[in-house]
């Protein structure tokens, strides 16, 4: 007898949603838009990084809560 199903053991890691991201920089202390700003950047510029590839902004944002940008964004960095 076949199976049908595929035989993946680990489903594809999923990134982290936005509002968890959020809240994590919320909790080290920091806004996206004080983070944006510290780093010589437009105060709305690391939101987009949320929403789209940027690999300067998804570094800095996973520095400011202590975690690899891969943790983060697993679908940017395969």
Do not use: C, F
């Not at 509002?19 to 202390?29: F, T």
């Amino acid at each position: 007898m076949t199976s049908d199903r595929k035989h993946n053991s680990h489903p594809a890691p999923q990134d982290w949603h936005p509002a968890d991201i959020v809240a994590a920089v919320r909790k080290a202390g920091w806004t996206l838009r004080r983070l944006s700003a510290h780093h010589g950047y437009h105060p709305a510029s690391l939101q987009s990084a949320l929403h789209r590839r940027w690999p300067r902004a998804q570094a800095l944002i996973a520095e400011a809560i202590d975690r690899d940008p891969a943790e983060i964004w697993p679908s940017r960095y395969s």
